[in-house]
């Protein structure tokens, strides 16, 4: 039995503390693979020993193990979600396009340029370049996502590693993945979070979970209706949708090599900035 029909099975026969822990723990069994004791003895208001008794009375021998067992229906959860969502057939194109093959494919390149020119004319060159200094001014950089999201995340992660900015590349579609960077949340942490359609509930519980632990988080998405650009500092915006499939990469990874290249630039500035205040002390010896 996983931990959730566990825990109802024995709700009718708990104390009230007991419910109280259950009901919080059944509202959002995801954020119980994160959230340590006394995060939830906070967020609860319930005490270090009653939330041990518990466990021990539901059949678990300490907290870790109720995490753990938590940690493990969700995995399950997950590969029953993520089933369900490649549970779609193959692109369907309307049989009223197929009598002129050359003009729908033509169709879905005007989309495409169009995605480019919407998104030239909502640039902000400056946001981008703050949004760079915000990325250059962290040590700890995470940057998570899954599926085409998971491949601009690889895209910077590589791009940043070129001109020497180190980060950790988090799949939330791994559950190892998702929890060995859960360490790492801290206020001094970076996050750069990727979703787009169909917004995977993982990336979205991840950047959570970064801003519970105060985090700063960029956010890449199509839209401020993303539950990932509630939750952050800085939001970069795109759209990726296109006519046969659920996204087209070409305005996402033009928005990726714009950032890109302005965090490479501000790191240009900074160096020649450090290079010239050099020169100058240098020169008062040679007066």
């Not at 900015?165 to 790492?184: F, G, I, R, W, Y």
Request: charged share 20%.
């Amino acid at each position: 039995m996983n931990i959730v029909d566990n825990i109802k099975a024995q709700y009718d026969n708990m104390t009230r503390k007991q419910m109280e822990l259950a009901d919080f723990m059944l509202s959002d069994p995801n954020i119980m693979c994160f959230i340590t004791l006394k995060e939830l003895c906070l967020a609860t208001k319930i005490s270090e020993v009653t939330v041990l008794n518990a466990c021990m009375a539901w059949g678990y021998d300490n907290y870790n193990d109720l995490k753990s067992a938590f940690r493990n229906y969700m995995s399950e959860y997950g590969k029953n979600l993520v089933e369900c969502e490649n549970a779609y057939s193959a692109p369907r194109v309307p049989r009223s396009e197929l009598g002129n093959k050359s003009r729908y494919l033509m169709d879905i390149l005007d989309r495409e340029v169009s995605l480019l020119n919407e998104f030239g004319k909502s640039f902000d060159p400056e946001y981008y370049l703050e949004a760079a200094k915000v990325i250059l001014d962290h040590k700890d950089i995470i940057i998570c996502g899954r599926g085409i999201s998971l491949q601009l995340a690889e895209t910077i992660s590589i791009r940043l590693a070129t001109i020497g900015v180190s980060s950790v590349l988090v799949n939330t579609e791994l559950n190892d993945s998702v929890h060995s960077a859960l360490p790492m949340l801290c206020s001094k942490t970076l996050i750069i979070s990727i979703s787009f359609p169909d917004y995977y509930f993982v990336t979205s519980k991840f950047t959570e979970y970064a801003a519970m632990k105060k985090a700063t988080i960029i956010a890449i998405t199509d839209s401020e209706d993303s539950e990932i650009s509630k939750m952050s500092n800085i939001s970069l915006f795109t759209s990726s949708a296109t006519p046969l499939f659920l996204n087209t990469l070409s305005a996402p990874m033009m928005l990726v090599n714009l950032l890109t290249s302005a965090v490479s630039i501000e790191l240009n500035a900074s160096r020649r900035k450090r290079r010239k205040s050099s020169d100058e002390y240098s020169s008062l010896f040679t007066r």
